[in-house]
């Protein structure tokens, strides 16, 4: 009789794997979250300057931590994607801002690419709140003007960021007020760009940040002129902070110590570098570079540390040089011919490093008031927003554990600590396991077929 037990758990287990959960559908207080990104906001800008009074508000009037932990590498594609769905970089796949795959079509992955099938595979929040029923709309963010899954946000836009700041936060407010939408993404270039050329303690780059801070001072303005301020859950946050740094003078000429017998291509280039070593030749591509000064060379599974979850994706290049902070690393010695300006503040180095890590602070009915309280992850966002609009969240690397410390009211059931360090396969199972309240019934009911079965054999 054993083996029919078996065979009838297996076969409880697959129709209960092949059946849909229920379409989550929002119950109780509506309430509608807007998340903001202002980009390469540093977690410590607001000291750098005197004049940031809508800033000043937030922070007395909602919540903040030290600085959130974002993901490595700390560049403005692979941060961003991190924030909508919650996955680390190796997870979701957008591991750089350049990017080669032999399995896509065209095989390069620039800023411009929109390519559905490099983002497949992955749920984001737009995604999350529209399949339960909730209106979203995004007014630029990474990966919003390609279908995933199959899915637009209800409102987005192809990137254009001479797209007025003023003209972004007055859009994205008419959404949530006149077309009475539950979700809102707004994304703003600065400080990064003028950080980049002004380095971050930069004149223009101060300049800058207080403009942010009006820019946000709108917002807060807009909403409460919509009645919407006291009803909507504010996050502002960004992609990871600044360095100071020199291109010119803080350079790493990659030609003076290999050559095209050993690299193949060179993907991706800056703080950070990908790459692609000749048929054979990595071993010696590494050997080739292992003692060069101020970067360290990485080899996937060999000595990439865990922490930094980089490493579980056919994306991520055999040879990867990460530069110590302030230096850039280049192909061909002169980073003003790759069309860039000398830079003088960068990103994309260490995330445990006080210069990459981001500004965090929210408002609203669900946060605390006047609060800080311990740092959590960028992963952790997208577990938060799906908790705030009262929807399911798909499989992530986040906690709601960690993200309650900013609550008001702890969510009702606790939910575990959930750090996979490997990508989770997006199956019945795994999906399923990560919701505990779905996780619980198929335990019951294997239990229940177990008794079940147990009686049938008494009898
Ligand atoms: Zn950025």
Redesign the pocket.
């Known amino acids: 009789m054993e083996p029919l037990r078996s065979t009838s758990w297996i076969m409880m287990s697959l129709m209960l794997c092949t059946m849909q959960p229920a379409q989550a559908a929002p119950v109780g207080n509506k309430t509608k979250v807007i998340l903001v990104s202002m980009?390469?906001f540093r977690h410590d800008y607001l000291t750098f300057v005197n004049n940031t009074p809508n800033f000043d508000r937030m922070l007395q009037e909602g919540v903040t931590m030290p600085w959130i932990r974002n993901t490595f590498t700390t560049?403005?594609f692979p941060?961003?994607f991190t924030m909508v769905t919650g996955l680390y970089e190796e997870s979701h796949g957008i591991i750089a801002n350049n990017m080669y795959d032999e399995d896509m079509s065209p095989r390069y992955f620039g800023m411009g690419t929109t390519v559905d099938e490099w983002w497949t595979g992955h749920e984001t929040i737009w995604t999350s709140a529209q399949k339960a029923g909730l209106k979203a709309g995004v007014y630029f963010w990474v990966g919003s003007a390609s279908k995933i899954e199959g899915v637009r946000p209800e409102k987005w836009f192809r990137y254009n960021g001479s797209i007025p700041f003023e003209e972004r936060v007055d859009t994205l407010v008419k959404w949530m007020s006149e077309d009475d939408f539950d979700l809102g993404l707004i994304y703003f270039?600065e400080p990064?760009h003028t950080a980049h050329t002004n380095g971050p303690r930069g004149k223009k780059t101060l300049h800058e940040i207080e403009r942010m801070d009006g820019i946000l001072g709108r917002l807060l303005d807009k909403l409460t002129e919509t009645n919407l301020l006291d009803k909507v859950n504010l996050i502002v946050t960004?992609?990871?902070g600044m360095a100071e740094t020199d291109s010119d003078t803080k350079l790493i000429d990659l030609r003076d110590y290999v050559n095209s017998t050993l690299v193949k291509n060179v993907v991706q280039q800056g703080a950070l570098a990908h790459l692609i070593p000749q048929p054979g030749k990595t071993q010696d591509l590494v050997d080739a570079l292992k003692d060069v000064e101020h970067m360290r060379v990485l080899v996937k599974e060999d000595n990439t540390p865990e922490r930094l979850h980089y490493k579980d994706h056919s994306r991520i290049q055999p040879v990867v040089l990460l530069a110590d902070e302030g230096w850039t690393i280049s192909e061909n010695g002169t980073w003003r011919r790759l069309n860039m300006v000398r830079f003088l503040g960068d990103?994309g180095y260490d995330n445990i490093l006080n210069s990459m890590r981001p500004i965090f602070v929210a408002r609203g009915p669900a946060f605390k008031q006047n609060a800080v309280v311990e740092s959590i992850d960028t992963v952790d966002i997208y577990p938060l927003m799906c908790h705030l609009l009262n929807i399911e969240p798909a499989p992530n690397n986040g906690s709601l554990q960690r993200a309650a410390t900013l609550l008001r009211v702890p969510p009702r059931t606790p939910q575990p600590i959930n750090s996979p360090t490997t990508p989770q396969p997006i199956n019945c199972l795994s999906d399923w396991s990560t919701r505990p309240e779905v996780c619980s019934y198929l335990l019951g009911a294997l239990f229940l077929l177990n008794r079940l079965i147990k009686y049938s054999i008494v009898l």
């Open positions: 980009d390469g560049l403005t941060c961003h270039n990064d960004s992609d990871h990103h």
